[in-house]
């Protein structure tokens, strides 16, 4: 029998990657939905404004014990790319759904290509591993690329 410790653990484990699943689908919609007629950047400064205004509540509530100068004290350089890279983010989808881009098809060639181009950084650089099934579900993705991507 499963202890409710266990149980705990396990759901804690897929939580995030829930939280991760339903904000890409809204995304998604976002920014398909997004109007043409405005210009993207300035759709952007008004989407990070929600999202700073969010973030500050959000970090009220999980500071934890490090207060704000002192999680200032402990950033890198990882947060201000990361800043960079999520414009750069947004900005892709926005066009690409501007210039005609299916809202499925953009958004599973784009993960499929990143995490083909994340193996060998994570194999190099984080010492990760594969296995033969990720080879087998690497070949497929490849596969999959060129089934969807085939007029």
């Not at 396990?10 to 939580?15: D, H, L, V």
């Not at 201000?80 to 953009?106: H, P």
């Not at 950084?121 to 080879?135: A, C, M």
Request: contains cysteine.
């Amino acid at each position: 029998m499963l202890s409710e410790k266990y149980i705990k653990q396990r759901s804690m484990y897929y939580i995030p990657l829930l939280l991760t699943i339903i904000a890409n689908v809204l995304y998604h919609i976002a920014q398909k939905n997004t109007s043409e007629k405005i210009n993207p950047m300035f759709s952007l400064i008004i989407s990070y404004g929600v999202a700073f205004i969010m973030s500050c509540i959000l970090f009220y509530f999980m500071k934890g014990e490090k207060s704000f100068s002192l999680n200032v004290k402990e950033l890198n350089w990882s947060s201000f790319l990361l800043g960079c890279s999520i414009i750069l983010l947004e900005l892709g989808y926005l066009l690409a759904y501007r210039v005609g881009w299916n809202i499925g098809t953009a958004s599973f060639i784009s993960t499929i290509v990143v995490t083909l181009a994340l193996i060998p950084i994570g194999l190099f650089f984080f010492k990760e591993s594969i296995n033969l099934k990720n080879v087998f579900g690497i070949i497929l993705s490849i596969v999959g690329i060129i089934l969807i991507n085939n007029k």
